[in-house]
Each structure stands twice: as structure tokens, then as C-alpha cells.
């Protein structure tokens, strides 16, 4: 027969059960919500490398260029839908959207702004996404100005000739930006024609007033016969853009070879250099890694359809080199 005491016992542990079961049921529901922290497998957060952009004073009926760079810094994939640019002469260079950053990748957005009346200009960059800020702004400000006498980039040297480069090497060449009248922001570059290639300087870059930032220009052809290209640098200066021409020419590796011989030294030599150029006169480069004991060399790193000049040298016991021989000529076919 089961008594009071013990049915209140019964009761009060079947309240506590109860109790258990439904703290159970109501965690499980709360685990199921979605979770918009960026973490365990939910939206992440979208960030801007800037949440402002200034473009800086730019010359009326020119442009200038600038970049934003979004982070995805949760752990699974964000899709953003739009991306809008308001305010005047602020504009979003062409895109593909949507566009999807994976979690912990970034992708970049460009705009340009290209004011067509003198004065302050405000805008805005609208980008709306999946993830847990799913709206997310970047002011972005410039200046149009008319005063053509402000600001001069220039660009030298004006055009870059490689002449003829292997194909499959590389040819780097150097360049430079200089700035007058006041300080220039450079904000892209753009290059074209097959193999060229721009490096040693980072974008936006700015260039004080009197001083020059050097650049280095690379050709990498990978196929023969003639390239043309340019670059095209934007910035705020009042002669924006500046440009430069490129030239060269890929060449096949050629299977010929020049056999040189000289007499020998009538002075007691340690040895012999024998240098090359590909202009009659110089400059010549040194072909050998260490001196020649005897006198004949064989050239086999030969291009096809160039043209070179040779010259040797002596070399002393006391490691003095004599002035360069009578120049000797080699047509490849």
C-alpha cells in the first residue's frame, strides 16, 4: 500500500524529472537557432580595409583610382549581392556580382572618380551581403580642382626598349615617378602587350614634390616575334594620366655558336676575359666566370637573328686587365 510520504517523494521526483526534461528540450531548440557570430559554420562578419576613402584632390574631366579590400573573417562562405556607389563622379569600375568570399579570403572592389565641376564631392560605397552585418558603408570623399599648375607627374623614361629577349627568360628595366609643383598620389597602373609586367612599387603610392619613386619593368615573353605595350599610371596630378611605351621582342633559343680565338699576349699573362654587347662600341658584358688559360672561346648562348660584338682582354699577374681588343662581329642567322 503506497502512503502519503511516499507518494509525496513519488511526486516530487517525477517534478524534478520533468523539470530535467524539459531544461533538455529547451536547450536543444536553442542550439538550433541560427548562429550569426561568424563561427561554427554561420555567417561570418564582412570588414573593409578602410571604412573611408579619400581620392584626394583630382583635376576636373581627369580621374583617379582607389581600392577596398573585404575580409570574410568567419568560418564559412559569404555571398555578397551588391555593391552601389552614390555621390558625384564616383562610380564602381565593372564587376561580376554576385561574387562569393570564402571564409578568411578577402576580394577587392576598385572605384574612380572623375569630377566634372571644381569643389568638395561625398559618396558612398553600399555593399550588401549574407553576413551577419549584412549592410556595410564606406564614405568615400575627393576634391575636383582646376588649377592645371598644381601638381606634374612625370614618368621616365618615356618608352623602355628590351630589344631581343629569349623566350622563356626575363629582362628587367627600370623606371621612375617623379613629382613637381606638389605632392602626387598614384593610385594604380595599368600595363599591357604580351610579357610586361610592373613591380617594386605598391599602390596608392605617393610621390613627394621634387622626388622621385623608382619601378621596375619586367618582359618574360613567352612566345616569338614582336610585343608592344604600355603602362598607364592614374593619379591626382594635373596631367593625369602619365604613360610610358614598352618594346621588345621574344626570340627563339637559337642552336648556333660563335668560335672565337685571339693571338696570344706578348707580355707574360695569367689569363684572358672575352666580353659581348649587342651594340657596336658597347656596352659589353663578361662572358667567362673565371679568366680563359687559353686563347679561344665558344659562345653558345647565341640568339637567332641578332647581331653581336666581342672583345678580350688580358690579365697580369697583379690582376690588371689591359684595354679592350679590336671588336670582332658575329651575324646569327
Given at each position: 500500500m503506497l502512503n502519503v510520504?511516499?507518494?509525496?517523494?513519488?511526486?516530487?521526483?517525477?517534478?524534478v524529472s520533468l523539470l530535467v526534461m524539459t531544461m533538455a528540450a529547451c536547450q536543444g531548440l536553442s542550439s538550433a537557432q541560427p548562429n550569426n557570430s561568424g563561427k561554427g559554420g554561420g555567417p561570418g562578419q564582412l570588414t573593409g580595409s578602410?571604412?573611408?576613402?579619400?581620392?584626394?584632390?583630382?583635376?576636373?574631366?581627369?580621374?583617379?583610382?582607389?581600392?577596398?579590400?573585404?575580409?570574410?573573417?568567419?568560418?564559412?562562405?559569404?555571398?555578397?549581392?551588391?555593391?552601389?556607389?552614390?555621390?558625384s563622379g564616383f562610380s564602381l569600375i565593372a564587376g561580376t556580382l554576385p561574387f562569393t568570399v570564402a571564409a578568411g579570403q578577402n576580394q577587392t572592389l576598385s572605384m574612380t572618380f572623375a569630377p566634372q565641376t571644381a569643389g568638395a564631392a561625398n559618396g558612398t560605397l553600399a555593399v550588401?551581403?549574407?553576413?551577419?552585418?549584412r549592410a556595410l558603408d564606406v564614405a568615400l570623399s575627393?576634391?575636383?580642382?582646376?588649377?592645371?599648375?598644381s601638381s606634374q607627374l612625370s614618368v621616365s623614361p618615356a618608352s623602355i626598349n628590351f630589344g631581343n629577349v629569349a623566350v622563356g627568360s626575363t629582362q628587367n628595366q627600370n623606371g621612375k615617378l617623379s613629382a613637381s609643383g606638389a605632392s602626387v598620389t598614384v593610385s594604380s597602373a595599368e600595363w599591357n602587350g604580351e610579357g610586361y609586367s610592373v613591380s617594386g612599387i605598391?599602390?596608392?603610392?605617393?610621390?613627394?614634390?621634387?622626388?622621385?619613386?623608382?619601378?621596375?619593368?619586367?618582359?618574360?615573353?613567352?612566345?616569338?616575334?614582336?610585343?608592344?605595350?604600355?603602362?598607364?599610371?592614374?593619379?591626382?596630378?594635373?596631367?593625369?594620366?602619365?604613360?610610358?611605351?614598352?618594346?621588345g621582342a621574344g626570340t627563339q633559343t637559337s642552336s648556333h655558336s660563335v668560335a672565337l680565338s685571339w693571338h696570344a699576349s706578348t707580355s707574360e699573362v695569367i689569363g684572358y676575359n672575352i666580353y659581348r654587347g649587342t651594340q657596336?662600341?658597347?656596352?659589353?658584358?663578361?662572358?667567362?666566370?673565371?679568366?680563359?688559360?687559353?686563347?679561344?672561346y665558344s659562345d653558345t648562348s647565341v640568339q637567332s637573328g641578332t647581331t653581336y660584338y666581342y672583345v678580350a682582354t688580358a690579365v697580369d699577374s697583379a690582376n690588371e686587365e689591359s684595354i679592350y681588343s679590336k671588336q670582332a662581329t658575329a651575324a646569327i642567322p
Open positions: 510520504q511516499s507518494f509525496r517523494r513519488l511526486l516530487a521526483t517525477a517534478v578602410s571604412s573611408i576613402i579619400s581620392f584626394g584632390n583630382v583635376q576636373v574631366g581627369s580621374k583617379q583610382s582607389q581600392s577596398v579590400t573585404f575580409t570574410n573573417s568567419g568560418t564559412a562562405s559569404i555571398t555578397v549581392s551588391a555593391a552601389t556607389v552614390s555621390g550588401t551581403s549574407n553576413a551577419s552585418n575627393g576634391t575636383g580642382t582646376t588649377n592645371a599648375g605598391t599602390f596608392p603610392a605617393t610621390v613627394p614634390a621634387g622626388q622621385s619613386v623608382p619601378f621596375t619593368v619586367t618582359f618574360a615573353p613567352q612566345t616569338a616575334g614582336s610585343s608592344a605595350g604600355s603602362i598607364v599610371f592614374d593619379s591626382n596630378a594635373s596631367n593625369s594620366p602619365a604613360n610610358e611605351t614598352l618594346s657596336s662600341g658597347g656596352p659589353y658584358t663578361k662572358l667567362n666566370t673565371s679568366l680563359l688559360s687559353n686563347n679561344s
